[in-house]
């Protein structure tokens, strides 16, 4: 039965984020409800990850009172939003190479409705229809994403920009270091493999011993080693962002990703770094939507895509 793209807002729609470190999970009814995560454990395999979303989504699904609106999933990963497949996936989500998301999802139960629409969207392309949202001023916009890894996506005059393949923006693999460190892609150098979570741990390293977890290093703020470690995290990733700069002369760039929200113990650093590399202003901003900028990024997508608001 055809039904009013308003009446569709009054529906709940649930929202999807698969990242290398987290699973997460809400409902927008129209607004966003409580949100629910778990760990991926990505070196299991998809089949596993895909197990454990559809065990963490499964009681949000049945605690509903009305049949979904759909259901919209920002994934990591280079994403063919049109298919709903997975194009390519580095080692941080190992298996999710060619899986068609959209499939899979299709083969649950969603609350008794058959043929519920289902978008699959990059989930950087995701947190920057978001913070598009949040600024709307910004026609040009950049969103670099530091968390398990480094993902970017690309607005230029308003419009997304996913390139032929669906790689544009792929900012974390841009050569940081010729020769330097070897990444999951098969490059060496690429500058997630020194501004993402676990970068910044390899990094930390050349001046201390391992880190079993990445909170050691910001309760040891104050130490030398710890101040080195973030003096050159915010030497790397200042001249990226100078980069970003000269090629694309964006009206803002977003930190999002987890990594993102520590930014207290590095973001003077990261001026300082940035006077020193550009003689251009880099304009800077931190997401709004915070770790949620996916979320709230996929249910705008999929308003637009299958409501065309």
Sequence with gaps: ????????????????????TWLRAAVFSPSMGPRKQTCTLAEQGADSVLKRLRKLVAPMIEALDAPLAGIAIASAGQVDPDAGIVVDATANLPGFRGLDLREHVEHWDLNGEAGTPIL????????????????PDAANMVVMALGTGVGGALMVDRQLVRGRHFFA???????????????????????EQYVSGPG???TSLQYHGPLEMPDALWQAVGE???????????????LALTSVVNLLDPDLIV???GLSTTHRWWHHRLL????????????LAYAHFGEDSALVGAVVLHRQRYLNI
């Design 169 to 191: 923006g792929e900012l974390g693999h841009m050569i940081l270091y010729p020769r330097g460190r070897s990444c999951n892609c098969g490059q060496e150098g690429c500058l």
């Design 120 to 135: 699959v969207e990059n989930d950087v392309n995701a947190a920057l229809a978001a913070e598009a949202l949040a600024k």
């Design 272 to 283: 300082k770094s940035l006077a020193a590399t550009s003689r251009k202003p880099i304009p």
């Design 200 to 202: 910044l741990l390899q």
């Design 255 to 257: 930190l999002a990703g």
């Design 1 to 20: 039965m055809e039904t009013n793209p308003q009446d569709e807002l009054s529906q709940p729609l649930l929202a999807i984020d698969i990242g290398g």
């Design 224 to 238: 030398p080693w710890a101040e080195a470690t973030l003096d050159h995290f915010a030497a790397d990733l200042s």
